[in-house]
């Protein structure tokens, strides 16, 4: 069983930054792959980017260019950088892991775009 918590969520202006945190209970090593979903208020959860075991990384358009995944082996966490924030990032995001045919997800942490 691994344990996903996420952190580093907070309130932004419009154009601000924030980074999320996403440690793992055990070696985040042999995940296959790492995730970070969001899910606005009365929408559906959506993907917003990928990082795969090798560092090889993937991102929804909407955030392109705007977010940066990367991963610490040493601290078995991920990260999620976020800059050029706008009103519509707004939501709860999640961190997904999918190792050995499982997905395990963390509770969320809640990001806020609003001046």
């Known amino acids: 069983q691994v344990q996903l918590v996420e952190s580093g969520g907070g309130l932004v202006q419009p154009g601000g930054s924030l980074r999320l945190s996403c440690a793992a209970s055990?070696?985040?090593?042999?995940?296959?792959?790492m995730a970070w979903y969001r899910q606005a208020p009365g929408k559906q959860r959506d993907w917003v980017a990928n990082?795969?075991?090798?560092?090889?990384?993937t991102y929804a358009d909407s955030v392109k260019g705007r977010f940066t995944v990367s991963k610490d082996n040493a601290k078995n966490t991920v990260y999620l950088q976020m800059k050029s924030l706008k009103p519509e990032d707004t939501g709860v995001y999640y961190c997904?892991?999918?190792?050995?045919?499982?997905?395990?997800w963390g509770q969320g942490t809640q990001v806020t775009v609003s001046s």
């Open positions: 990082i795969f075991s090798g560092g090889s990384t």
């Open positions: 997904y892991a999918f190792s050995l045919g499982n997905g395990y």
């Open positions: 055990g070696s985040i090593v042999s995940m296959n792959l």
